[in-house]
């Protein structure tokens, strides 16, 4: 988050870092935020793969995001958590492991996690959606012909995952 005061109080020589971050973490990190954010984020990343090759890694990118919003919503609703702050409490960790973007590590957490490795979209998440990087936010785009193609079956795989996610997360 950049908020107008961070901003004059960084420009000022004074930044601190750490307080952007623990104004950021605040803002949405409710459980409805959560459910709300999976199911947009997916339908941005179609909206932006219709659009074509130059946003096709972006829509990669919010796709893996969407799933990263669902994982975490099933953690707080299992747990009847309203903030990741309190499902951070809840499971005695730290912060950092809640406000995490491995997806694979959050799901291990998870008590549908071994239900999840013996599904049929085990593959999907293993193969493709596991793949994510919150790094790809900073990929231009690119001007292959495969980009496209790849997008669409990361895409798609998310779409398996994120519905196997919602049917099985109680």
Request: glycine letters at 6%; one cysteine or more.
């Amino acid at each position: 988050m950049y908020t107008l005061a961070s901003r004059v109080h960084c420009e000022s020589g004074e930044c601190d870092a750490e307080l952007e971050i623990e104004m950021g973490r605040k803002d949405h990190q409710g459980i409805t935020d959560l459910l709300k954010a999976s199911v947009r984020r997916l339908g941005d990343a179609e909206k932006l793969l219709d659009q074509g090759t130059p946003h096709a890694h972006c829509a990669m990118y919010i796709a893996g995001y969407a799933v990263e919003c669902k994982l975490k919503a099933i953690a707080m609703e299992i747990h009847r958590c309203l903030t990741l702050e309190d499902l951070a409490k809840k499971w005695k960790v730290d912060d950092r492991d809640v406000f995490t973007h491995g997806l694979e590590c959050f799901a291990k957490r998870l008590p549908l996690y071994n239900r999840f490795r013996k599904s049929e979209v085990w593959g999907d998440f293993a193969g493709k959606v596991n793949q994510w990087r919150p790094s790809w936010r900073y990929k231009p785009g690119e001007a292959d012909a495969n980009m496209i193609e790849r997008a669409k079956a990361f895409l798609e795989a998310v779409r398996r995952v994120h519905k196997w996610l919602e049917a099985n997360k109680g």
